[in-house]
């Protein structure tokens, strides 16, 4: 498993060279505010490791992948989300992955939304 791109716009936020308004962070994740966000509540949920697309996910990803699951709810509950969110992985340049670092959104708070 890649650690870090040096080109890559995530892994710079990881590394704290690029700010983000963090709305959580450990050793494996870091959970920031989109700054083009599509919902009231807009967050991307980052895995520190570089690992480009789910294409690209191994079963040694496994447990960080769970940990972001199961992190969602716990978060949405903090920043007042309260009834329903999404949570979008994109996949790929066809699948709208603008990013080439794999992220998931999760986007909540009363509709309608801008987009999505």
């Known amino acids: 498993m890649s650690t870090a791109d040096p080109h890559c716009i995530f892994c710079k936020i990881v590394a704290g060279q690029i700010p ?5 962070e450990d050793d494996e994740i870091i959970a920031f505010h ?3 966000p599509w919902a009231p509540v807009h967050i991307l949920l980052v895995p520190k490791p570089h690992i480009v697309s789910m294409v690209e996910v191994l079963p040694e990803h496994q447990p960080i992948l769970g940990k972001m ?3 969602v709810p716990q978060l949405m509950r903090e ?3 309260t009834d329903g969110y999404r949570q979008v992985i994109n996949t790929g340049r ?3 992955q603008e990013v080439m670092h794999l992220h998931m959104h999760a986007m909540g708070g009363p509709r309608p939304w801008a987009r999505g």
């Open 20 to 24: 983000a308004r963090k709305a959580y």
């Open 94 to 96: 066809d699948g709208g």
């Open 69 to 71: 699951m199961v992190l």
């Open 79 to 81: 920043l007042g989300v």
């Open 34 to 36: 989109d700054i083009n």
